[in-house]
T-cell receptor, first 114, second 114 residues
Framework: AQSVTQPDIHITVSEGASLELRCNYS??????LFWYVQSPGQGLQLLLK??????LVQGIKGFEAEFKRSQSSFNLRKPSVHWSDAAEYFC????????????FGKGTMLLVSP | DVKVTQSSRYLVKRTGEKVFLECVQD?????MFWYRQDPGLGLRLIYF???????EKGDIPEGYSVSREKKERFSLILESASTNQTSMYLC?????????????FGPGTRLLVL
């Protein structure tokens, strides 16, 4: 069965500092990997996704993520955090089922301090 | 832009009431999904549908049913609401395909069962 682990429930980062959110997955074949962001009271917005090819993926709002097969990881990064990045971030893994179902991690809440 | 709308942002219902949550997408997506989101548990898949009148159970279908009479509309039904169904409900849709396709989310319905 596929699963996603986001080890950090909360992370606090100073505005302007760099950010890395961790995501580890378990999946039997080549995974399809996603990062979503959720602002308070809102639905989920796609930040970026990895299907194949270049393992460094660029997304919206200046985010990027790197797929590392050997470590079963897909960590999200941003070089300089803005106060508006404060939100909850979800990593998800999908596969080749044809139904496009995803398994989500439990999320990491990002707090940005001034 | 893909648009997924949900009929209500907030709902308050009594225990034992029948509750309908409606979701509509405007992108001609084959797949539609219902999740519930609870603090510390992330998103959990309740049901999904890959075609009109077709449905599949997700990870937590107990106490819920669904209906998909038209391609653009997917309804979640709580036959007899209980307090443990108080939650945030998120609808999503995606294209079908051999690859994991991006899911697009609605803004969510926050349901309180008293």
């Amino acid at each position: 069965a596929q699963s996603v682990t986001q080890p950090d429930i909360h992370i606090t980062v100073s505005e302007g500092a760099s950010l890395e959110l961790r995501c580890n997955y378990s999946y039997g074949a080549t995974p399809y990997l996603f990062w979503y962001v959720q602002s308070p009271g809102q639905g989920l917005q796609l930040l970026l996704k990895y299907f194949s090819g270049d393992t460094l993926v660029q997304g919206i709002k200046g985010f990027e993520a790197e797929f590392k097969r050997s470590q079963s990881s897909f960590n999200l990064r941003k070089p300089s955090v803005h106060w508006s990045d404060a939100a909850e971030y979800f990593c998800a893994v999908g596969g080749n089922s044809g139904y496009s179902t995803l398994t989500f991690g439990k999320g990491t809440m990002l707090l940005v301090s001034p | 832009d893909v648009k997924v709308t949900q009929s209500s942002r907030y709902l308050v219902k009594r225990t034992g009431e029948k509750v309908f949550l409606e979701c509509v997408q405007d992108m001609d997506h084959e797949n539609m999904f219902w999740y519930r989101q609870d603090p510390g548990l992330g998103l959990r898949l309740i049901y999904f549908s890959y075609d009109v009148k077709m449905k599949e159970k997700g990870d937590i279908p107990e106490g819920y049913s669904v209906s998909r009479e038209k391609k653009e509309r997917f309804s979640l039904i709580l036959e007899s609401a209980s307090t443990n169904q108080t939650s945030m409900y998120l609808c999503a849709s995606s294209f079908s395909g051999a690859r994991g396709e991006t899911q697009y989310f609605g803004p969510g319905t926050r349901l309180l069962v008293l």
